[in-house]
Every structure is written in C-alpha cells, then in structure tokens.
C-alpha cells in the first residue's frame, strides 16, 4: 500500500531564509504527488502537483517541488520565507487505481521567526 | 477556480445527537467525494469515498453505522454522524474530484460533542 512520510514534525526558519520541507512516498508505480498546506482551522489549500512530466514544479506563493523518482522524494521549496507562511504543510499521494484515493502524511508545521 | 463549500463550519451539540454535515461542489460535477477525519495537530485520516448514486467505500477501522454517507447527486454528499459522543469531537473535511481534476477541499467543519 502506498504511504507518505514528513519526517519533520515541525521546522522552524527565519524570516526571509529559505525552506525545504522533506517528502518520501512508497508507491509501486508513478505517483501522483500534491502538497497542501492549511491554516489553524481551516481546510487545505494546494500549493502544488505532480502527475507527470517536468520533475521540477511550481505552484502559488512562490513554492516548488521536486520530484526524485531514485529517492522517492518530493521535497517542497520556497526561497524566501514570508510570516505569512506559517502554517501545516501536508505532502500526499494519489493513487488513481479503481478510482482515485488520496493519502496524507503526518504534516510538518512551519514556525516563521523574525 | 472550481469550489467545494462545506457546511456547517462548526456545531456543537449534546451528547447522543445525530448531526449532519453538507458537502457540496459549486461549479462542477463531482465524480467523486472524499470525508476525511483530523484530530487535533494530526493529519487527515480518509474516513469513505463515495461515488453519486452508490454506497460509500468506507476505510477499514471506520463504523458505517456511526458515519452515514449519502451522495444524493453529483454535487452533494453528506455525512451523518449518529448519536454523536464526546469521542467524535474532531475536524471534518470533505473533498471533491471531477475527472481530470485533483481534488478541492472544503473548509471543514468542527464538530464539538458536549
């Protein structure tokens, strides 16, 4: 069965410094691999995907992911980090056999410091 | 952009209620809907996927006696929780998917057992 693994339960970075939030899948075929990030109470937002092509991808407010089929990875980026970017970020995993199921791992909450 | 609405944001309510949350997708028809559980600073855990017209595909550990789904039509899904106690407490969240689409979340909605 497919899994995802945050291995940082939370981070803390300065403001303005750049962020890499780390992102192992275990998935038997190619992956369709997403990251979301919500604010305390709220529901997710998507920040980016991948389901095929350019392993490298951007999304909204600045973010990119790359994709690593040889790690299994899917590391999220930013290179400036904003305030405003604290939050939990969640990478998960689709997988579209049978219809399609999207699986969560465990988050990473970002803590921005001035 | 394509919108999932979710409904209510937050109840709170006594101990053996039954109370139903709404799920709906406003500009598109949703193959597919998704409820998800969070508890507190956890991730989402996949509760049911339920496709318009069928019974729900419920994940293993889910009671579907306790959390009735119905997906009336392709853009409304509801979640009952019957005879609600204070261990359904959580945070709820529905998603949605067309075809060739990945999934939008709603808001969530805080249920609060009393």
């Known amino acids: 069965a497919q899994s995802v693994t945050q291995p940082d339960i939370h981070i803390t970075v300065s403001e303005g410094a750049s962020l890499e939030l780390r992102c192992n899948y275990s998935?038997?075929?190619?992956?369709?691999l997403f990251w979301y990030v919500q604010s305390p109470g709220q529901g997710l937002q998507l920040l980016l995907k991948?389901?095929?092509?350019?392993?490298l991808v951007q999304g909204i407010k600045g973010f990119e992911a790359e994709f690593k089929r040889s790690q299994s990875s899917f590391n999220l980026r930013k290179p400036s980090v904003h305030w405003s970017d604290a939050a939990e970020y969640f990478c998960?995993?689709?997988?579209?056999?049978?219809?399609?199921?999207?699986?969560f791992g465990a988050g990473t909450r970002l803590f921005v410091k001035a | 952009g394509a919108v999932v609405s979710q409904h209510p944001s937050r109840v709170i309510c006594k101990s053996g209620t039954s109370v139903k949350i709404e799920c709906r997708s406003l500009?598109?028809?949703?193959?597919?809907m998704f409820w998800y559980r969070q508890f507190p600073k956890k991730s989402l855990m996949l509760m049911a996927t339920?496709?318009?017209?069928?019974?729900?595909?419920?994940e293993q550990g889910v009671e579907k006696d306790k959390f009735l789904i119905n997906h009336a039509s392709l853009t409304l899904s509801t979640l009952t929780v019957t005879s609600a106690h204070p261990e359904d407490s959580s945070f709820y969240i529905c998603?949605?998917?067309?075809?060739?689409?990945?999934?939008?979340f709603g808001d969530g909605t805080r249920l609060s057992i009393l």
């Open positions: 991948y389901f095929s092509g350019d392993t």
């Open positions: 998935y038997g075929a190619t992956p369709y």
């Open positions: 998960a995993v689709g997988e579209a056999r049978g219809g399609f199921k999207t699986i």
């Open positions: 339920s496709n318009e017209g069928s019974k729900a595909t419920y």
């Open positions: 500009d598109f028809q949703a193959t597919t």
């Open positions: 998603s949605a998917i067309a075809e060739n689409q990945p999934q939008h």
